[in-house]
Structure formats: structure tokens, C-alpha cells
């Protein structure tokens, strides 16, 4: 019996043995789950056919914020570790850093009012198959204080190291469209964000023509501005590809202005641009206005305010009709993205009722708006204006829309002169598609024959979300597998008071050391005088 006994728990020992190596049991008991990845990662993590390095650059002397990065940063990949079938080898080291990354720069002030700088490599290199992918490990939002954007990057962990593996996995190259034929805007104006999409896209730009299939083998088109109607050819076109699964950004403004007339006289009017897209966006749920939105919380204008013309004075003033747009934390778009710039831009409203779509408002105004309907007058002489007219609040300029979409051709023959490449199809398969009510949201500037990053402002020298939010949009509309809602990942931020922390130091000190040591003494004294009491009895 003995013998059967001792054999059984052999046998038990070398059973648990085995499922402790082959099977992963985790258990995340945090309310937020923070040492979780998600399906979509896990499923991408076990596809890997091969080894991946993981060289973490964030390294040194680092700030207690930084230290919480790093350790979350370690901490991600180790997770994704866990689900890789082959070696996922990660290292912290800062040596040999690759040319191209540049380092960050960390001013900070000691409790005893000293300055210190230190430099440091917030990312992370992943290396799969001979191809090397960065990840940045840092979001620097304007506006948020250090904490606030080290919590923002905690959060984005995943998200960042899935799209650097997604990238280094992918078999081929998605192609993206530009379209071309109806006065968008041209190379130049949109060249900061095509190189930012060329990291992830082939992009291709061209005019419609006349068959039907022409857009089938692109998985997003971008209409960037454009200001002369479509015709009833391309409207089909447009239609019939999104009827098959294609995805559409529109970047279209509602009304007509002209920037060279306001720049030389100051003056401008706006009447309603009118694209031939009413009847198609209508059918699609929702609309473009023929107005343009004003807000207090918005770009200066450098303005002359002196009287001699030889010795010019300019005096930033804010121009309300350059709203700051405000991101929307909901979407996986816009969420973790600064403040959108615009100029000239229009608002929308949702149209259809129960239509079955889902609709989500990504960028809009401040508390503090109006609007001006076309048509009108726009005069750089008034710049504010009465404030209480402001009345307005979180006007929409952008969104998506996602579902089965009603072809606008549903009840129509096709126009003549078109090949058709396949049957008329009456109602989409799930897709989707962004509209947004500002051209100038992914138009870049130039200076000195050089190109200007999208959304850097030349008079205030600042940088706002305009690249991130559009790269994010093309990026949403091209996922099929749900990697970008990783981005939608929150983690609450609770943060100590560095005052207090320090008024009570001694206090914490003391209690942390020094008592668990008179319980240990007071513990240890009673058992001996207990023992000591218990055996002199017994004598």
C-alpha cells in the first residue's frame, strides 16, 4: 500500500510538472485589467514563424516617471513572451542606438530647486526575420502635464508593439488611392501625410475614368479638398466601391472661400460649395453644412497694430475661424491625439434616424462656438467678435460611420458610358467611412521650399494632431482584425503628492522600519517567555 501510495504521488508531481510547463494559467485580478493583452494580440503573437529581438532603448539614469515606463514597457513584452511558440528575447540596453532616433531631452527640478538634465531613448526596436521595426514608446500631448502623458504611453504600449509586428508580419503592401479630377489638393499640399501613410501603404493617385472596378484593388480613397462637383460617372463609382467593401476618408469642406482674395483685401465671401455630394452623403447618414464654424478657443493671427507703416507691430489675435478642435477619447482614432488645427471649416449633422449605422463624432468644437451660414462675409478686421454670441457647444466637424450602406444607386440605372465591371449591387457588406468637414485639417504648408510637418503651426511654432488623426483614420478604415482598438485601452492615473510625500518622510520612514521591527521584537520575546514559562513549569 505504501509502495502504491508513494508511486501515486510521483505520478501527481510529474503531472503537475508537465502543465505547468505547457499550460499558461494567468490571472489578472486589477481593475483595469493592466497585465492583459488582448485576443487580437495573442492570436498575432502564436502566428509568429519565427524568433523576435526586443532591444527596450529606455535606459540609464532615469526620472521616477520614466522608471514606470521602462517597467512597463518590460513588463508588455514579457506578456507577449508568454504567448509566442518561438524565442521572443528581450533586452534593455541604450548602446548602439540606430542612426535616425533622436533623444529626448528631460528638464526637471529637484526638491532642493536644482535643474537637471537628462537625455534618454524612449523606444524600442523589434527585430523579426532580418527587418527591424521602431516603436516609440513616448506620447507628448500638448497641454497634459508629464505624468498625464507618461500614463497616455503606458497605455499605448500594446497598440505600439502590435502595429510594429503587424508591419514586420505583413505579406504585401495594401495600396491606398488618392483621388485626382476634381480640384483636390495636389502632391505638394498633401506630401507630410502621404510620407507618414507610405510607412504603411502604397500610395497610388489618379482620376476615376470610366470603369467601374477601377478603385477594387485599393483598400481605402482618400477625396483631400476637392472643389469641382462629381460627376454622376464617378458618384457611381464611389458608390458601387463601397457597395463591395471599400472604405472612403472625405475631406470636404462646405463652403467656398477664397484664401488669396482674404490675404490681399482682407475680405472674403462664402457661398455653399456645391460638389454633387449632398444627395450621396445624405443616403450615406449624414451632412455637410454650407456653414463655417467659429470658436473662442482657437488660432492667433499675427495682425499690424502699429500706425507707422515703417515700423510694422505685430500683435498675435485670435482668429475664430481657426478652431482648435477637440479629439474625442472614445474613438480608437482620435483617442490619446492632440488638439486638431482648422481653418475655414464646416460643421455636419447625422441624417437617416434608425438606419442601422453606427455613428461617432471625432472631432468638434469647444464649449464656446457659433456658426456663420453661407452665405456670408468672412473680415479679418473683426476678429472675437461679441463672446456671447459664442453660444454654441462641441459643434461636430468629423466622424464615422460604420455598417450596410444603402447604394444612392439603389433605384437608379447606371449613368451611360460606364463599363460595368460587376452587377449592380444595392446594398453595402460592413464598412466604413470618415467625413471630414475641413480641408485644411490635411493640407501641410511649406517654408523655404521645404515642407511643413501637418498641423505645425509657422506663428505660434506648435505642433497639433492633424498627422496623427489622419494616419489613425486611415489606419482604422483599412483594420479588418481589430488591432486598432487597442488603443482604447485606459489605465487611471493616481499620482502621489510630491509635497506631502516629503512633509511626511520621516513619519513614513519610521513606520515602514522601525515598527515592523518592535513587532518582530515584541513577537520573538513573547514566544521565548512563553517557551521559557511552559518548560520551567514542566520541572
Known sequence: MKWRTLIAIVLSLILVQVLVQHVVVRWDMTDEHRYSIASTTKQLIQSLDAPVQVTILLDGELNAGFQRLQRATIEITEELRVYAEHDFDVHVSAENVPQGIEPTVIHER???????????????????????????????????????????????????????????????????AFLEG?????????????????????????????ETGVLDEYRAVVIADPQLPFSDKDKYILDQYLMHGGRIL???????????????TGVTPIIGLDL????????????????????????????????????????????????????????????????????????????????????EVLLATSSASRITGAPAEVDLSMFSGDESTFKHAFIPVA?????EFSSLYAHLLPPEGLELHAPQTKRSVPTKQIVVAAGSTIRNEWQ????????????????????????????????????MSLRQKELTLRLLNDQRARDYRITAQVVCIVVPLMILAIVGCTIIGVRKHRYTKKQ
Open 110 to 176: 529637484t526638491h532642493k530647486g536644482q535643474t537637471a538634465q537628462t537625455t534618454v531613448y524612449p523606444f524600442a526596436l523589434v527585430t523579426y526575420k532580418g527587418k527591424t521595426a521602431v516603436v516609440e514608446l513616448l506620447c507628448n500631448m500638448r497641454g497634459l502635464s508629464g505624468e498625464e502623458n507618461l500614463n497616455h504611453s503606458i497605455e499605448n504600449l500594446e497598440y505600439a508593439f502590435v502595429e510594429a509586428i503587424h508591419l514586420l508580419t505583413r505579406d504585401k503592401v495594401e495600396k491606398i
Open 399 to 403: 466622424a464615422s460611420i460604420s455598417g
Open 250 to 264: 472625405w475631406v470636404v469642406n462646405g463652403v467656398r472661400f477664397s484664401e488669396e482674395h482674404l490675404s490681399s
Open 276 to 359: 454633387n455630394l449632398n444627395d450621396m452623403l445624405f443616403r450615406y447618414g449624414i451632412r455637410i453644412n454650407p456653414a463655417l464654424v467659429q470658436d473662442l478657443q482657437c488660432l492667433p493671427m499675427p495682425v499690424d497694430v502699429s500706425t507707422n507703416p515703417q515700423q510694422p507691430n505685430w500683435q498675435p489675435m485670435p482668429w475664430t475661424y481657426a478652431p482648435l478642435l477637440l479629439t474625442s477619447q472614445a474613438s480608437p482614432i482620435t483617442r490619446n491625439v492632440a488638439q486638431v488645427s482648422a481653418t475655414m471649416a464646416s460643421c455636419i449633422d447625422f441624417v437617416g434616424g434608425e438606419d442601422g449605422l453606427q455613428k
Open 448 to 483: 523655404y521650399g521645404q515642407p511643413l510637418p501637418l498641423g505645425y503651426d509657422q506663428f505660434t511654432r506648435m505642433q497639433f494632431g492633424n498627422r496623427d488623426f489622419m494616419v489613425n483614420a486611415v489606419l482604422y478604415l483599412t483594420d479588418d482584425t481589430g488591432w
Open 182 to 210: 476634381h480640384g483636390e489638393l495636389v502632391e505638394k499640399d498633401v506630401y507630410d501625410i502621404s510620407q507618414a501613410l507610405s510607412y504603411y501603404y502604397q500610395i497610388d493617385r489618379g482620376v476615376l475614368g470610366n
